[in-house]
C-alpha cells in the first residue's frame, strides 16, 4: 500500500520501558516538544515509513475493533485536529497506553513516535502511532576511534519498528470506524508466532483485529494464482513447478501469512513475476501481507490433480506430488506431445 | 621634463580612459555572443577570462623609444596600449568574436594580423597564427558616464588555446626581440607552430566525431529540457549527471515518451513541487532534464527500476519516496 504523496507534518517522540521486576508500568518519559528535525533527517523519517508501506512491504490492512473515547482509534482521531501544543499534550497518552499493552517483561521498551499528515493524491489526513526499539551500534569518531551506543533508532537495515497507520477516507467530518483505514506494519506480523510477538501492538494496544475477510482474500489469491499458472506462457514442466510451489505456498509453509510480492519472489522466475504482480492487482488480490486463513480453500488444497487426454487423472496430495513425481515433456512418435512421468515408489496396487 | 617622462606622463593621465574603452569593448562583446547563442555557450566558448588589460608603463616606453620601430608618432602609433584577449578552444571558433566586432556599428575596425591572409601569402611558412583587430570608437563615446575621445584605439587578439599557448612561449623572443631569434630558435619555433595547426585540425575532427556520436542524446537533453521547462517551471541545468543518466535511459526515450511525461506531471502535480523543492534545497540531481525519465520508469515500474538507475540507491530513494516506494 504504497504512501503515494506523503506529507509528514508533526512529530513527537516519547520513551516507554518494560515492565519492572514485579510486573508493574515504569512510568514513561514524556517529551515537552514536537521533534525538530533538519531536512536531511525529515527525509530519512518518511523514508522509513515509505519502506514500512511500499509494495511487498510486511503490512496488513486491519479492522479497527475498539474506538471508544480511550482508545487509539478515537484519540487518534482528534489529535490531527489539534494545535501544536495540544499535539504534544495529548500525545503522552499514546506512550502510556503502549507501557499498559506491554503485559509482560519479555517486551522491550522503545520510543513511540506520533506523527500525522496528509497522503495521498488527492491529500487526507493521516496518523501514525510507531514503536521503534533502540540497538545497539558504533560511531564513528573524527580520530577513526569509535563510540558504542546503545540507542541508535530507525536504522534502515534492522526494520526493528512497528507501525500503525491510520488514514481518513474523507478529509473532514470522519466518523469511526467507517471512514478511517488501518494498516500495521510489523516484521513479526508474517512469523508463525505472529500471535505473540505482534497481537500485543496491532490488537491490545493498536485495537485492531485481522480483517474478517482473510478467508476469501485467500481464496482469490489462491484462484487468481492457478489461473495465472494456467494462461502464463511457460513449459508444462515450469507450470508443474509453479503449481507446487503455490500448494507448498499456502499448505506447507509454516508463516501466519501469504502476500503477492513474496510468493512471486520466491517460486517465480523475473521475468514472470511482474505480469504476475499485474494480473493479481487486476484481479483485486491486496499486494499487502494477508493473514493466511485457509477456511474456504481447504477442499481444492487436500488434492493436487494433473490430467491428461482420453480421462487419465493423476492426483494426490500436494507434497508427494512434488517430493514423488517428476513430469517431462518428450516427443512422441509422429512428433505428438508426450508426457513422461516418473513415481518414486512401486505401483502398490491397481484395479 | 625629458621626453621620456613626459610620454609616461601622458599615459599616467589617460590610461583610465583606455581601460573603460577596453571594458566596454568586452561587455559589448560578451552581450553580442551571449544574444547570438546562449549565456551557457559563450561560457564554454571563451576559455581564459576576458578582462582589458594595460600595457606596463616601462615596457610602453620601451616600445616607443628603444625597439628601433621609427614611429613618427610613438603615442598615437602603438595601437596596442589596452588589449583584449579572446581564447577559444578551435580555430573554427574564432570567427564568431571576428563577427560580433566587424558587426557592432559605431565602431570602426583595422585587421592587424589575419593568419588566413598571410598563410594563403606565404602558404609553406608556419607562422604565429591569429587574428588581431584594432578597435576604436567612430565618434566620441560616453561610457557610465566617461567620454572616450573617438579614435582610441584598443586591440582585440582573437585566438585559439594551442596559439596562446604558442604566443606565451615566443613572447619575449621573436616578435619584440631584445636579441636576435637565432636561425635554430625561428625553425623550432615554425615547426611547433605547424604541430598546432596540425593539431587543431584533429581537435576539429574529434569535435566533429563526438557531437556525431552524442546527437541522438543531445536530441533527447533538448526535448526533455523544454518538457522540464514548461511543466516544472525552472530552467534545467544538465551537467555532466546528465550525461550519466541518459546513458542509462537513453532506451526509454522512445514514441511518446513526452506525453507521458507529461501526463505524469499533470497527473501527480506534486510530483513537480518535490522537484522544485529539491532544486531550491541545491540538489543538481533534480536540475538534471532527464531525471523525468528515471520518475517515468518508477512510475511504471516501482522498486525494479533500481536495476537501471546508474547512481546510488540511496541518491534513488527520494523519487521512490514520491512513489511511495522505497529501497529499504
Redesign the interface.
Known amino acids: 500500500?504504497?504512501?503515494?504523496?506523503?506529507k509528514i507534518r508533526r512529530i513527537c517522540l516519547h520513551e516507554v520501558y518494560k515492565r519492572t521486576d514485579d510486573r508493574q508500568i515504569a512510568a514513561p518519559t514524556y517529551s515537552s516538544g514536537l521533534l525538530e528535525l533538519p531536512?536531511k533527517a525529515r527525509?530519512a523519517f518518511?523514508?522509513?515509513v515509505?519502506?514500512a508501506?511500499?509494495?511487498?512491504a510486511k503490512c496488513m490492512a486491519m479492522s479497527i475493533k475498539r474506538f471508544e473515547p480511550n482508545d487509539i482509534a478515537a484519540r487518534g482521531a482528534a489529535i490531527i485536529l489539534t494545535e501544536d501544543a495540544d499535539f504534544v499534550q495529548q500525545s503522552h497518552a499514546f506512550a502510556y497506553k503502549l507501557a499498559e499493552a506491554q503485559t509482560s517483561r519479555k517486551y522491550p521498551g522503545g520510543l513511540v513516535v506520533i506523527f500525522d499528515g496528509t497522503v495521498g493524491?488527492d491529500p487526507l489526513p493521516f496518523y501514525g502511532v510507531m514503536k521503534a526499539e533502540l540497538h545497539e551500534g558504533f560511531v564513528k569518531q573524527n580520530d577513526l576511534q569509535a563510540t558504542f551506543v546503545e540507542t541508535l533508532f530507525l536504522t534502515?537495515?534492522t526494520k526493528l519498528y512497528k507501525i500503525g497507520l491510520f488514514i481518513a477516507t474523507k478529509y473532514s467530518d470522519q466518523v469511526l470506524p467507517d471512514d478511517w483505514t488501518a494498516t500495521v506494519y510489523d516484521n513479526q506480523l508474517t512469523s508463525s508466532d505472529r500471535d505473540g510477538s505482534a497481537i500485543y501492538f496491532y490488537g491490545a494496544y493498536l485495537g485492531l483485529e485481522i480483517p474478517s475477510n482473510s478467508a476469501r482474500q485467500v481464496k482469490s489469491f489462491f484462484d487468481a494464482s492457478k489461473e495465472f499458472i494456467r494462461s502464463a506462457s511457460v513449459s508444462q514442466e515450469k507450470k508443474v513447478d509453479l503449481y507446487n510451489g503455490l500448494y507448498a505456498y499456502l499448505k506447507v509453509d509454516q508463516a501466519g501469512t501469504i502476500q503477492v510480492g513474496e510468493f512471486a519472489e520466491r517460486f517465480m522466475p523475473p521475468e514472470l513475476q511482474?505480469n504476475y504482480r499485474n494480473h493479481m492487482r487486476r484481479e483485486r488480490v491486496p499486494a499487502t501481507v494477508i493473514s493466511k486463513d485457509l477456511t474456504e480453500c481447504g477442499a481444492s488444497l487436500r488434492i493436487r490433480k494433473l490430467r491428461f487426454a482420453n480421462r487419465i487423472t493423476l492426483s494426490g496430495p500436494p507434497e508427494a506430488i512434488s517430493d514423488f513425481v517428476d513430469v517431462r515433456q518428450v516427443e512422441g512418435e509422429g512428433g505428438e506431445t508426450w508426457t513422461q512421468i516418473t513415481i518414486k515408489s512401486p505401483l502398490e496396487g491397481q484395479e | 621634463m625629458t621626453r621620456d617622462e613626459e610620454f609616461s606622463a601622458r599615459w599616467e593621465s589617460e590610461k583610465l580612459i583606455y581601460k573603460r574603452w577596453g571594458g566596454h569593448i568586452c561587455r559589448h562583446i560578451l552581450a553580442t555572443l551571449s544574444s547570438t547563442f546562449t549565456p551557457a555557450y559563450v561560457n564554454e566558448l571563451l576559455k581564459v577570462r576576458v578582462e582589458p588589460r594595460l600595457k606596463d608603463t616601462r615596457k610602453l616606453i620601451e616600445k616607443a623609444f628603444y625597439r628601433r620601430k621609427a614611429y613618427a608618432d610613438p603615442y598615437g602609433e602603438i595601437t596596442d596600449k589596452v588589449g583584449i584577449r579572446f581564447v577559444v578552444l578551435l580555430g573554427r571558433n574564432i570567427r564568431h568574436i571576428a563577427t560580433a566586432i566587424e558587426e557592432t556599428e559605431g565602431w570602426t575596425w583595422s585587421k592587424d594580423r589575419d593568419y588566413e591572409e598571410e598563410q594563403k601569402e606565404n602558404p609553406v611558412t608556419f607562422d604565429y597564427a591569429a587574428v588581431h583587430y584594432v578597435v576604436r570608437p567612430r565618434n566620441d563615446l560616453e561610457v557610465n558616464g566617461f567620454r572616450i575621445p573617438a579614435g582610441t584605439p584598443c586591440e582585440v587578439q582573437i585566438k585559439t588555446l594551442l596559439q596562446h599557448a604558442y604566443s606565451e612561449l615566443t613572447h619575449d623572443t621573436i616578435y619584440k626581440p631584445q636579441m636576435q631569434a637565432t636561425p635554430a630558435m625561428q625553425r623550432n619555433a615554425a615547426k611547433s607552430m605547424a604541430l598546432l595547426e596540425a593539431t587543431n585540425d584533429y581537435f576539429e575532427k574529434v569535435f566533429d566525431q563526438v557531437r556525431e556520436a552524442t546527437k541522438a542524446v543531445r536530441v533527447i537533453t533538448a526535448a526533455l529540457s523544454m518538457i522540464y521547462t514548461r511543466e516544472i517551471g525552472l530552467d534545467p541545468h544538465p551537467s555532466v549527471l546528465e550525461g550519466l543518466l541518459l546513458e542509462a535511459y537513453e532506451g526509454l526515450a522512445e514514441e511518446d515518451y513526452e506525453s507521458d511525461i507529461a501526463t505524469m506531471l499533470r497527473e501527480k502535480t506534486y510530483l513537480v513541487d518535490n522537484i522544485r523543492d529539491r532544486v531550491a534545497r541545491q540538489n543538481p540531481l533534480f536540475a538534471q532534464p532527464s531525471i523525468l525519465l528515471a520518475y517515468l520508469d518508477v512510475e511504471k515500474r516501482g522498486r525494479a527500476a533500481l536495476n537501471r538507475w546508474p547512481l546510488t540507491e540511496a541518491e534513488m530513494e527520494p523519487l521512490l519516496n514520491d512513489f511511495g516506494e522505497s529501497v529499504h
Open positions: 500500500m504504497p504512501l503515494e504523496n506523503l531536512q527525509d518518511a523514508s522509513r515509505h519502506s508501506f511500499r509494495n511487498d493524491r534502515p537495515k511482474e
